[in-house]
């Protein structure tokens, strides 16, 4: 059945009002765009709740000339008190089903049972939904909550240049990335229930 325009409304909703809650684990997908915005609610994550593992991309940048892992882990550390052992890097992930894969590796390593998926706010839904495709795909005891921060311009212009670099250049404004968001879901969806295995998506 089609997804409708009131399912996208309830799973848009829901993501965005998900309430800060204790996990042991933040699988943090770290966008260029935004970066320090996301830095101080990973931040803020660690210091209510102290998770026993925070997970990013090890990708030297996130965007081409953008901040990646050493200015996510030093900030995070030398900012919010995050011990270095709890911050851990995936292998360098050039999209979000890499970062994914390398994320719910790390939770199944470090024995976690719950975990926080935090992204910028147009990506957090797409972000949610890859890493519960990846628990699911692989049938694992994973439990995962989405959460992002709202209070941010939509009409805002910018242009994303792709995580690290390997996508063109997209001028738009944060709410048209939201669209295009949604569009690239149902685009995966569409591969993944192919068989396609180049992508993985709840």
């Not at 008190?81 to 470090?110: R, S």
């Not at 990846?134 to 049938?139: E, G, L, S």
């Not at 709202?150 to 997209?170: F, K, S, Y």
Request: proline share 6%.
């Amino acid at each position: 059945m089609p997804i409708s325009n009131q399912d996208w409304l309830k799973l848009a909703n829901a993501v965005f009002s998900a309430k800060p809650v204790p996990t042991e684990a933040l699988l943090v997908h770290g966008w260029g765009d935004l970066h320090d915005r996301t830095i101080e609610l990973v931040g803020r994550y660690y210091q209510q709740f102290k998770p026993k593992l925070i997970a990013l991309n090890g990708a030297p940048e996130y965007e081409v000339g953008a901040p990646g892992i050493e200015y996510w882990r030093e900030a995070l550390i030398n900012n919010y008190q995050v011990p270095a052992a709890v911050v851990k890097a995936t292998a360098p992930a050039p999209h979000t089903l890499a970062e994914a894969e390398g994320f719910v590796t790390l939770a199944v390593a470090a024995g976690v049972k719950t975990a926080t998926v935090i992204s910028v706010p147009a990506h957090a839904i797409r972000a949610f939904l890859t890493n519960l495709g990846v628990v699911q795909n692989h049938a694992l005891d994973l439990k995962l909550i989405p959460s992002t921060y709202t209070d941010i311009n939509w009409t805002e212009p910018l242009i994303i240049r792709g995580l690290v670099g390997v996508h063109a250049d997209e001028e738009t404004t944060r709410l048209g990335r939201l669209v295009s968001e949604c569009g690239r879901i149902m685009e995966y969806r569409s591969e993944f229930e192919a068989g396609n295995k180049n992508y993985v998506i709840a």
